[in-house]
């Protein structure tokens, strides 16, 4: 069974660095895609940022170019988002996604699979 753990949310100063992790065991995504998003109490689940697996090619929303940084490990089956400057208006949930496709990445009808998501909460 494919599960997608995701690790290294918590509290920060706003302007602090915060990094996520996601694994994934049971399947590989070397020529699929990685995406992060993220969904604020009341809001719907929003678009942050998307990695090829096999050339490495990263998609960010507007909101977050510049700030943020998507890797990917397929060694370990993991992917990153490193995030930087972060705003109180990045609090929300972050979920780990991934596809064996490579479109629509910046839609959820994209993914098919999700993690449970890790709280990131960005103090003023």
């Known amino acids: 069974q494919l599960q997608l753990l995701e690790s290294g949310g918590g509290l920060v100063q706003a302007g602090g660095p915060l990094r996520l992790s996601c694994a994934a065991s049971?399947?590989?995504?070397?020529?699929?895609?990685w995406g992060w998003f993220r969904q604020a109490p009341g809001t719907e689940r929003e678009f942050v940022a998307a990695i090829s697996g096999s050339s490495g090619m990263t998609y960010y929303a507007d909101s977050v170019k510049g700030r943020f940084t998507a890797s990917r490990d397929n060694a370990k089956n993991t992917v990153y988002l490193q995030m930087n400057s972060l705003k109180p208006e990045d609090t929300a949930v972050y979920y780990c996604?991934?596809?064996?496709?490579?479109?629509?990445?910046?839609?959820?009808?994209?993914?098919?699979?999700w993690g449970q998501g890790t709280q990131v909460t960005v103090s003023s």
């Open positions: 996604t991934a596809t064996t496709a490579q479109f629509r990445l910046t839609t959820t009808t994209g993914y098919g699979y």
């Open positions: 049971g399947r590989t995504f070397s020529n699929g895609a």
